[in-house]
């Protein structure tokens, strides 16, 4: 069943190599089906380059497989919580990205420090804490999408408009409309963590980008006035 | 019309992935003929891997399309500005290309440290102010190259020996007198922020290269006297 | 004799450069057949692209060759060391792989920031001291090994869970199981050593992921409750 | 004339590009042939991709052209001067690679900080003054060379123990017994350049090498009881 989902979990979960984002098998990538509330994600330690697209794991929003041979990725219990709590969003990627994961195990948010950013995200991509010692012991990676969650909710944050994160001494995660666009998006979150990387050292008085950059390249590629590209 | 342009900015514009200058549609290219007044440009938002000489687009110095299916690259009327004001320049390139991009963020403009800068560039690699509001708000694209010209003209620089320009909190624009050398200038642009960049971290109280070797290796590459490379 | 040893152990050794954890020969592996008391060991300063499985040096725990037409590298005396002392591991391996190499210069130990080390690795990556005077003019190699095995004893590691030691202003050994995992291992150790760097420039003030964090992580891949992958 | 001369010496500048030492034409390497005194060397702005052997240019020690349809490397001058003074050596060349350059670009000699360096390189790779004014303006190529050998002699360094030096604000130049040897020091001094660049960020109170780790790395390798490799 949900042959095509499948299919491009697994072409999207190989670009993850292709861009360099992972090592092994340091990554994986979900997309849901939201009429059936089915998503496909990687099995878990399987080798990028033994991976198939039969190998994809179908699992429901309860986190029970519904269909594969193989264990679904172990990080699929938050890959579950971000689908229930994002409503508008259809895919979620997990990687170590050198960069991005750099920056998680140093407990920064990564500024806006220009319209790279801010084509893509909107403010900062915020870093969350790391969990205690009871929601490590208990439903770690559950506890993992429901603090991502709560997070977001705390600081407002639009999912949609902020499509990606960073876990404190962990590793980010990233979403979009599809699997394709959350790879995307992981793909962008790596060269803007390794721009504000030497952009910091080049300046340490460094200070974001202003506000109306921001929203000026965000706006030009998305929403009702948008004009970055060849439209709809 | 124009076929033979078309051809060599495609080609130009294929050069950036092959340097590692651009990740996903983050770059453009385009050359002017300057007899008619039109230049070719790469369509906005289309891939590389997709892209074929047809593809780019005619656009005159009004900077109203005058051929092609697609629309032109957004940072357009910037082009449009920079080949008004600079007679002499017959190729622009933008990219977000990563160290270039991280000095630009910083703010600070690229200091001339060694003769690979020197080669190519006569002195600093001038870092311009972020517009401000109304600036962006009231056609951003267009008034991103006026301020590049009226800095250019502020500091008495000219475009043919400074073919490169930071943008604050954005990035670069690079220039020559076609689409291939512009991009040339955008590699060398890259390598040179890569090494100022290092060097500055090898030593924090790092001085620019003396001025007289900075002329020594512009002029041995450049002008009347240069003796690089093969003659005419 | 032992071909498939010898096979298996080419194989490692090819993953280096394969990895980009060597320049030039800068690097060997090994792995022991424990029934027999002899390992198989790349040869001595032959190049990755000439290297054949027959090319592999066979060595006993005297440290004497029993096979092979080249000298065996000249690191094999620290490997008999390793494989006498760590009666589980399997395989050896010895790189100069830059940012390892980076911090064992440096003179550090590797600091457990993230899970993306704590997956793998039990806690930090111990830097030992140099050699003495009369450590490196007596047998140099041969204490090399001495000087870790002496150095994990103290400091009560067990080497299958810290599968890797950095040498003061030498370099890093890895070790695994076997040649295979031994290479996994230092794959392992670069990436770590790479994001710790980073890290710590992007947070001068870190400090090391909790320690049920860390906990969690090894334990889900490691030991009798371990759940990540396809399970035995 | 000298046929196999200019093939070593084409394929010893093949070897820049296969190791990431140049971007466009910025190296050149070449080698003499000590009993005629001429040496072949790379054509002064011809690209990598369409270089052939038939295009090396032969020089005498005085720098004069002896054969070939092209000028030889702007450089020339420095390599003549370098086989004038070290008669031990046999190939030179002069590279922009990224990390070297810093250091020259920071005016810093590269510490022994570790085994990587003390395998090739006896003690520090010295970085030597910029030319003076009057150097510049009058034989600036010849100067170079002149400046290296009178600062190799005044620190009484021995140039096939030190096979590489660092040029303020230019870049390095690197020797050895012929054009081959030469490439591999360069490889050799990047990746000395890299680690003691990354070293010295992890540990800012960084010591280098103790001598007698240096001594036994060193002459590990080199001289009359060097037992690493095959042996003669």
Redesign the interface.
Known sequence: MLEELKKRVYEANMLLPKYGLV??T?GNVSEIDRESGIFAIK????EYDKLTPEDMVLVDLNGNKVEGK??PS?DTATHVELYKAFKDIGGVVHT?S??A????????SIPC????HADYIYGEVPCVR??T?DE??DA?EENTGKLIVSEFNARNLDPVAVPAVLCK???PFAWGKDAHEAV?NA??LE?VG??????????PR?QP??Q??QD?HYY?KHGANA?????K
């Not at 994961?101 to 920064?108: F, K, V």
């Not at 390794?194 to 300046?203: D, F, G, L, Q, S």
């Not at 004009?227 to 439209?231: D, V």
């Open positions: 090592t092994f340091w099995p878990s330690g399987v193989y264990n172990s170590h050198s960069y994961t750099s920056w998680a195990q140093a407990g920064r420090y220009g319209t790279t790391c969990l010692k490590i012991e770690y001494n962990h590793g995307h793909v962008v060269e390794k721009m504000a990387y030497r952009a910091e050292t080049i300046n460094i980008a202003p109306e950059l000026k030009r004009y970055y590209g060849q439209g």
